[in-house]
């Protein structure tokens, strides 16, 4: 009877433990696909810096170009202030490439945490299957004791019927 009161005990708390399992497995996938939408953000703005930086670099080379003519033709008042605005272009281009390198450096850290992730899900997973299996392959073993300690049992209860019924006949 004990042994029919743990093994029922057992077998519930494999099934809670799954149910458990399953809902981590479930959470895991659900931060995946969150992690997976933001790399794809990332790697759109990546996308959208990049050909600004090309833009950027060919306007402050043909402004280079255009100073090398303007030193040539123009006073040191209008050279100046081509100059500044020079500087201010330089400052712009140094922040966008700042801005790109941060961007890439998210998408790697991004990259490397879904990485971990989906070796913890994919070691979570087959310890489920294998646990699963395990349980799977220990339940007729399970059902066969329960259905022996069942007959057990019954043929205790007729036995102990019979005594008593020889009792009162003696």
Not at 64 to 81: F, G, K, P, V, W
């Amino acid at each position: 009877m004990k042994q029919l009161q743990v093994s029922e005990t057992e077998r519930g708390n494999a099934s809670h433990s799954h149910s458990t399992l399953q809902s981590q497995i479930k959470s895991r996938t659900n931060m995946l696909d969150k992690l997976s939408q933001r790399i794809s953000e990332l790697r759109m703005q990546e996308k959208h810096c990049h050909p600004r930086i090309i833009q950027i670099s060919s306007s402050i080379e043909s402004l280079r170009q255009r100073i090398s003519l303007m030193r040539e033709n123009y006073s040191d008042a209008e050279q100046t202030s081509v100059a500044s605005e020079l500087s201010f272009l330089n400052k712009k281009k140094s922040s966008l490439y700042s801005e790109r390198s941060q961007i890439s450096k998210e998408l790697s850290e991004t990259e490397a945490g879904i990485s971990v992730i989906e070796d913890r899900s994919r070691l979570r997973k087959k310890a489920l299957v294998d646990e699963q299996t395990s349980i799977t392959g220990e339940k007729p073993s399970w059902n066969l004791t329960l259905r022996n300690l069942r007959r057990r049992k019954t043929h205790l209860k007729k036995s102990n019927r019979t005594k008593k019924q020889r009792t009162r006949i003696n």
